[in-house]
């Protein structure tokens, strides 16, 4: 975790991407779903990419003209070691404060 500093923020983004791990996620609805401000979450978002826990990619094309946005997902060695943050987390009482995502 040398890249990746243990904060609140961190345990959110990736409690809320471990809730559906195979799923491709864009910045926009990580923030809706956590909360976490974008001016937190997308420099987390790179570092988590730079230390191996994501992988990112643009979407293919966007719907209705909009353009493609970036997405991300956890690699396999992400996965454990956000599940590692969130009992690392729970264990000194942090609230994991997963949100439901909306369909």
Do not use: C, F
């Amino acid at each position: 975790m040398s890249q990746v500093r243990l904060s609140q923020s961190l345990v959110i983004v990736l409690g809320q991407l471990l809730a559906e791990p195979d799923q491709w996620r864009y910045g926009y609805d990580l923030s809706n779903a956590t909360a976490v401000p974008p001016g937190t979450l997308y420099p987390l978002l790179v570092r988590l990419a730079d230390a191996g826990w994501l992988v990112a990619k643009w979407e293919e094309r966007g719907e209705g003209g909009r353009p493609p946005r970036h997405l991300y997902r956890l690699t396999a060695s992400g996965r454990r070691e956000a599940r590692d943050v969130i009992v690392r987390a729970t264990k000194r009482g942090w609230a994991i404060g997963l949100r439901p995502r909306e369909a």
